[in-house]
């Protein structure tokens, strides 16, 4: 009896075979006529020529959808089958940036999530500054992740200056990636969300993902990569110039702050506010403001985040009038 074996090259078959089978069952299901079989990282597939050529090709387009988007369900699964590729890729949603671990749906929930997503193609480097919780990371992080499945840059490169957060953390053992990695373990947060744990790794261990410190870029030319710059309000702005002059051809970066919350030993060190107003309207430069109602962690956090920013105006308003009253004394 005619046979065609095909390979599942660089998915991992648990993801593409769903959960109790339920993408395979639904593929079995629309070729009846077929014996279909998946071993590992193979599915064969037995019965008539004519038949088989016609499953050859739905499967390969199936595959194609599950490589790009890393996700697949039964759904997919019948508007591959019945419509084709392009269809399916049509109706994917403009607010889906990619398609995380387990049918995990990375989106853009907010509207200034959606504009950090809409302004991606039209500038090269973003700024993205607002509140904790408010999704900065995690989209820039998304973004990156979909460039780099789309082969639009051969590369992700990850960042972070090593500050401690009003706290000294004295002697860290370890090598030196075992001493940096507390300082980045938000961004290992993100990626594991988004790229099966072996595939990850194996990024890792090739250079593909890259993981480190800022202190690191000095040097450095990044060409074909996504960069990203996180906790950015804790670099001065001379950190901030020798970092975006890293920029090299066919690269994306962006830059991610909070400047509610800065680490440094004095808050007039950081450079984040005034390197945005150096380079405001310069083309290819975007700004994204987020703000408290983008705040998506914990219903709570929205409050806490209020209630500081309340009385840090407060404190504002009181340094104030103690400088008024004392020019009018002198």
Not at 84 to 90: K, P
Not at 170 to 175: A, E, K, N, S, W
Request: negative net charge; hydrophobic residues 40%; aromatic residues 6%.
């Amino acid at each position: 009896m005619p046979e065609r074996i095909i390979a599942l090259e660089g998915i991992d078959p648990l993801e593409f075979y769903g959960v109790a089978n339920s993408n395979l069952n639904r593929i079995c299901d629309l070729f009846p006529k077929l014996k279909i079989v998946a071993r590992g990282s193979t599915i064969k597939a037995l019965g008539d020529d004519a038949e088989l050529d016609r499953f050859e090709d739905k499967l390969n387009a199936l595959l194609a959808y599950a490589a790009k988007y890393g996700h697949i369900s039964p759904e997919v699964v019948d508007q591959v089958f019945s419509e084709g590729l392009r269809s399916a890729e049509e109706a994917q949603s403009k607010d889906i940036i990619v398609y995380g671990n387990g049918g995990l749906i990375v989106k853009a929930r907010t509207v200034n999530q959606q504009r950090l997503v809409g302004m991606y193609d039209d500038n090269d480097l973003l700024f993205a500054i607002g509140p904790a919780g408010s999704g900065k990371t995690y989209t820039a992080i998304a973004l990156a992740v979909r460039a780099l499945k789309n082969k639009e840059v051969k590369r992700i490169i990850l960042t972070r200056p090593a500050v401690e957060a009003g706290e000294k953390l004295g002697f860290l053992p370890g090598d030196m990636k075992e001493k940096l990695d507390p300082y980045l373990q938000p961004l290992y947060d993100a990626l594991n969300d988004m790229i099966p744990a072996a595939k990850l790794q194996k990024y890792l261990d090739e250079g593909t993902v890259q993981i480190a410190p800022l202190a690191y870029m000095r040097g450095r030319t990044l060409d074909n990569a996504f960069v990203i710059l996180d906790e950015a309000q804790n670099t001065t702005l001379s950190q901030l110039k020798m970092f975006l002059t890293r920029m090299g051809r066919n690269a994306k970066f962006i830059v991610t702050g909070d400047i509610t919350q800065i680490d440094l030993p004095r808050r007039s060190d950081s450079g984040l506010v005034r390197a945005m107003e150096l380079l405001n309207g310069i083309d290819g430069i975007g700004m994204v403001t987020f703000d408290n109602r983008d705040i998506i962690r914990h219903r709570l956090v929205k409050h806490i985040v209020n209630a500081f920013e309340k009385e840090r105006r407060e404190e504002k308003d009181a340094a104030d009038t103690d400088d008024e009253d004392e020019k009018r004394s002198e």
